[in-house]
């Protein structure tokens, strides 16, 4: 029987192990940035993201670093408050995003019009986001939420100029309400429900726009949720609209997006779940960059199809891009 | 008593109208600007395009007009844009006049967003002028409302004293923005066939140009050709049983690579890479063995 010394078992079993790991693609993966939608968190990417506590992209590493290589925060020195000898990391490019949102719901950051980081906000609608690895330069950044009904709030928007080392910190956001009506035509005389989602006892303030416009009061209740009952007697035959704002702790909310009614000879019942919103042509769920390729492709040529002219002029133009714009969710 | 109220009425009137009529018109405005109107021939310099606006506006399209007696366009620079994805990326459309279009999802609002700029050489001496013309900026209000937008020009002066050109050193050595390319279809374009589509930007030179390529096999596609690309693009594997990489590469060279996986990848065995690395494996271990025993014997 051939016996082997053990470092020459170790030369076969190396040579065994470099074609397995070939097989299996494992080296290949590590020299690519694999980017393929519905993956988890990738520790490493720059982006913090859910189950990360940060992420400085390559950076990342053990103390002096501020994060650490499995993307949780190190703890370098411990100077406390004496001072003496402590380490203290250097401010990392970051910028961090904080506000109100709608208890429980989902918040969503835009970078440059793409989803980046995506967080929960707490029981009292609070929120945090935080992402580095940022470059030097300016950024429009986005936010918005989706409230328990999946309707989602107006995209707020915050031009940023990044510069190397610097932490910039986005505070007092406060996402406007959601809203949604319970007719979309509805008898003249009798009630319109306007309901939606803000911040547990917010105080919304309910615009329905006319010749002349009406503004209504009401107290979100302690889930955000908030209903006002409108008398259409007030009103005028025809189209109107109403848009929502909501206050709380002395910091108020712009108006959010706004929703038509007509009102008419006879009530009917708004669908629900609502429509796709405008532009969303693949119809899942989303306007983003897929829904902005399709109406490209369509730019100024003839005959488009009818579900991309969005303002139905019979062609595609920048208006149509503009309508996509307004809804659009990365 | 009557024609003195009514003339006070009109003054007061009137007044309002002018009082009002500075924050009406400046709702939008489009600025060229650069360091020193005041120019050597030969000389390269650097114009810059900015929106400033009270309001929220999501598109945007307009040309940009120059003398092209006096002034060659060497370059234009997007990479710091405002504008997120454009329509007609800054380009001479013909002499003296550049086209541009895009949108900002959400809206731009405030002051001094840059849109693009440009770099000029001056030809010869004389007095000229840059100017925007028929922009057409839309309010992100959900319809696509004309915001009334002023346009300043930007007058400059080119002396006959001949400047000494140092050729601008950019130093560039981030590559572009994490993006994330998708694999879709759409029965509104190219048939319904699987397209890709991608965007990114860089935020110091700006993209230059994508390049993408398709393989079925994971080592061996470092073997297949980049091809450049736009997005949408439309797929040549229509099975989707390829991995599709894009180049995303900045005007001074930097590049990011990303991986789409494939929807319907080959099964292990279908893979002629993973039999030429068992092939190989085997080789190899067989060889050792072979050496290894024959060193024991001897």
Same mark, same amino acid.
Request: glycine share 8%; aromatic share 10%.
């Given at each position: 029987?051939?016996?082997?010394?053990?470092?020459?078992?170790?030369?076969?079993?190396?040579?065994?192990?470099?074609?397995?790991?070939?097989?299996? +693609? #494992?080296?290949? /993966?590590?020299?690519?940035?694999? $980017?393929? !939608?519905?993956?988890?968190?990738? @520790? %490493?990417? &720059?982006?913090?993201?859910?189950?990360?506590?940060?992420?400085?992209? +390559? #950076?990342?590493? /053990?103390?002096?670093?501020?994060? $650490?290589? !499995?993307?949780?925060?190190?703890? @370098? %020195?411990? &100077?406390?408050?004496?001072?003496?000898?402590?380490?203290?990391?250097?401010?990392?490019?970051?910028?961090?995003?904080?506000?109100?949102?709608?208890?429980?719901?989902?918040?969503?950051?835009?970078?440059?019009?793409?989803?980046?980081?995506?967080?929960?906000?707490?029981?009292?609608?609070?929120?945090?986001?935080?992402?580095?690895?940022?470059?030097?330069?300016?950024?429009?950044?986005?936010?918005?939420?989706?409230?328990?009904?999946?309707?989602?709030?107006?995209?707020?928007?915050?031009?940023?100029?990044?510069?190397?080392?610097?932490?910039?910190?986005?505070?007092?956001?406060?996402?406007?309400?959601?809203?949604?009506?319970?007719?979309?035509?509805?008898?003249?005389?009798?009630?319109?429900?306007?309901?939606?989602?803000?911040?547990?006892?917010?105080?919304?303030?309910?615009?329905?726009?006319?010749?002349?416009?009406?503004?209504?009061?009401?107290?979100?209740?302690?889930?955000?949720?908030?209903?006002?009952?409108?008398?259409?007697?007030?009103?005028?035959?025809?189209?109107?609209?109403?848009?929502?704002?909501?206050?709380?702790?002395?910091?108020?909310?712009?108006?959010?997006?706004?929703?038509?009614?007509?009102?008419?000879?006879?009530?009917?019942?708004?669908?629900?779940?609502?429509?796709?919103?405008?532009?969303?042509?693949?119809?899942?769920?989303?306007?983003?960059?897929?829904?902005?390729?399709?109406?490209?492709?369509?730019?100024?040529?003839?005959?488009?199809?009818?579900?991309?002219?969005?303002?139905?002029?019979?062609?595609?133009?920048?208006?149509?891009?503009?309508?996509?714009?307004?809804?659009?969710?990365? | 008593?009557?024609?003195?109220?009514?003339?006070?009425?009109?003054?007061?009137?009137?007044?309002?109208?002018?009082?009002?009529?500075?924050?009406?018109?400046?709702?939008?405005?489009?600025?060229?600007?650069?360091?020193?109107?005041?120019?050597?021939?030969?000389?390269?310099?650097?114009?810059?395009?900015?929106?400033?606006?009270?309001?929220?506006?999501?598109?945007?399209?307009?040309?940009?007009?120059?003398?092209?007696?006096?002034?060659?366009?060497?370059?234009?620079?997007?990479?710091?844009?405002?504008?997120?994805?454009?329509?007609?990326?800054?380009?001479?459309?013909?002499?003296?006049?550049?086209?541009?279009?895009?949108?900002?999802?959400?809206?731009?609002?405030?002051?001094?967003?840059?849109?693009?700029?440009?770099?000029?050489?001056?030809?010869?001496?004389?007095?000229?002028?840059?100017?925007?013309?028929?922009?057409?900026?839309?309010?992100?209000?959900?319809?696509?409302?004309?915001?009334?937008?002023?346009?300043?020009?930007?007058?400059?002066?080119?002396?006959?004293?001949?400047?000494?050109?140092?050729?601008?050193?950019?130093?560039?050595?981030?590559?572009?923005?994490?993006?994330?390319?998708?694999?879709?279809?759409?029965?509104?374009?190219?048939?319904?066939?699987?397209?890709?589509?991608?965007?990114?930007?860089?935020?110091?030179?700006?993209?230059?140009?994508?390049?993408?390529?398709?393989?079925?096999?994971?080592?061996?596609?470092?073997?297949?050709?980049?091809?450049?690309?736009?997005?949408?693009?439309?797929?040549?594997?229509?099975?989707?049983?390829?991995?599709?990489?894009?180049?995303?590469?900045?005007?001074?060279?930097?590049?990011?690579?990303?991986?789409?996986?494939?929807?319907?990848?080959?099964?292990?065995?279908?893979?002629?890479?993973?039999?030429?690395?068992?092939?190989?494996?085997?080789?190899?271990?067989?060889?050792?063995?072979?050496?290894?025993?024959?060193?024991?014997?001897?």
């Amino acid at each position: 029987m051939v016996t082997f010394p053990y470092h020459n078992k170790s030369i076969i079993a190396a040579v065994f192990l470099i074609s397995l790991a070939l097989l299996s +693609g #494992s080296v290949y /993966a590590s020299n690519q940035e694999a $980017s393929t !939608s519905g993956t988890g968190p990738v @520790c %490493g990417n &720059g982006v913090v993201e859910s189950g990360e506590q940060c992420d400085a992209g +390559g #950076s990342n590493a /053990a103390c002096p670093a501020a994060c $650490s290589a !499995s993307c949780a925060i190190n703890s @370098c %020195g411990g &100077g406390g408050a004496s001072g003496g000898g402590g380490y203290f990391a250097p401010s990392e490019t970051k910028v961090i995003f904080s506000g109100r949102a709608y208890p429980g719901s989902r918040v969503t950051l835009l970078k440059d019009a793409q989803i980046t980081a995506q967080t929960v906000a707490d029981s009292a609608a609070n929120f945090r986001i935080s992402i580095s690895g940022l470059s030097t330069g300016s950024y429009i950044f986005g936010v918005y939420s989706e409230d328990n009904q999946g309707r989602r709030s107006s995209l707020l928007t915050f031009p940023t100029s990044v510069t190397f080392g610097v932490a910039i910190e986005i505070g007092s956001i406060f996402i406007t309400p959601t809203i949604a009506i319970d007719k979309s035509q509805v008898k003249h005389g009798e009630n319109i429900a306007i309901f939606g989602q803000s911040t547990p006892e917010a105080n919304i303030t309910v615009s329905i726009n006319s010749e002349e416009e009406f503004f209504g009061q009401i107290i979100a209740d302690a889930n955000g949720a908030y209903l006002y009952n409108f008398d259409t007697a007030k009103l005028v035959v025809g189209q109107h609209l109403t848009k929502s704002k909501a206050a709380t702790g002395g910091v108020v909310s712009s108006f959010g997006k706004a929703v038509n009614f007509t009102v008419g000879a006879k009530t009917v019942l708004a669908q629900s779940p609502a429509l796709p919103a405008k532009g969303d042509f693949n119809h899942d769920s989303r306007v983003n960059l897929i829904d902005f390729s399709i109406t490209a492709y369509w730019y100024k040529r003839v005959n488009p199809p009818a579900s991309i002219d969005l303002n139905g002029d019979g062609k595609v133009d920048l208006i149509d891009f503009s309508i996509m714009a307004f809804n659009w969710t990365g | 008593m009557n024609s003195k109220l009514k003339i006070k009425r009109y003054l007061i009137a009137t007044f309002m109208i002018f009082a009002l009529l500075p924050s009406a018109t400046l709702a939008a405005e489009i600025n060229i600007d650069t360091k020193n109107p005041e120019l050597k021939t030969g000389e390269q310099f650097t114009t810059a395009i900015f929106l400033s606006t009270d309001e929220g506006i999501n598109a945007l399209e307009g040309q940009i007009v120059f003398p092209p007696d006096l002034l060659e366009l060497k370059e234009v620079q997007d990479g710091d844009s405002i504008i997120n994805f454009w329509l007609e990326k800054p380009r001479i459309d013909s002499p003296g006049k550049i086209i541009f279009s895009g949108i900002t999802p959400g809206g731009f609002q405030g002051n001094s967003g840059l849109l693009f700029s440009m770099t000029f050489q001056t030809k010869q001496s004389g007095n000229g002028t840059i100017t925007s013309q028929n922009v057409k900026a839309l309010k992100n209000d959900g319809v696509g409302t004309p915001i009334e937008i002023t346009l300043p020009n930007f007058q400059f002066s080119i002396s006959k004293e001949v400047a000494v050109v140092i050729p601008a050193q950019k130093e560039d050595y981030e590559p572009p923005e994490m993006f994330l390319p998708e694999v879709t279809h759409d029965k509104n374009i190219f048939d319904d066939k699987w397209f890709l589509v991608f965007a990114t930007q860089d935020k110091d030179s700006g993209i230059d140009h994508y390049e993408v390529k398709e393989s079925r096999q994971r080592l061996f596609s470092v073997f297949d050709k980049w091809v450049s690309a736009e997005s949408p693009h439309i797929i040549s594997d229509q099975e989707l049983r390829s991995y599709v990489f894009i180049k995303a590469i900045d005007k001074a060279g930097n590049a990011r690579v990303f991986k789409v996986n494939p929807k319907s990848p080959l099964m292990w065995y279908e893979n002629y890479e993973n039999w030429t690395i068992i092939i190989v494996g085997a080789f190899a271990v067989l060889f050792v063995t072979k050496k290894l025993w024959r060193k024991k014997r001897t």
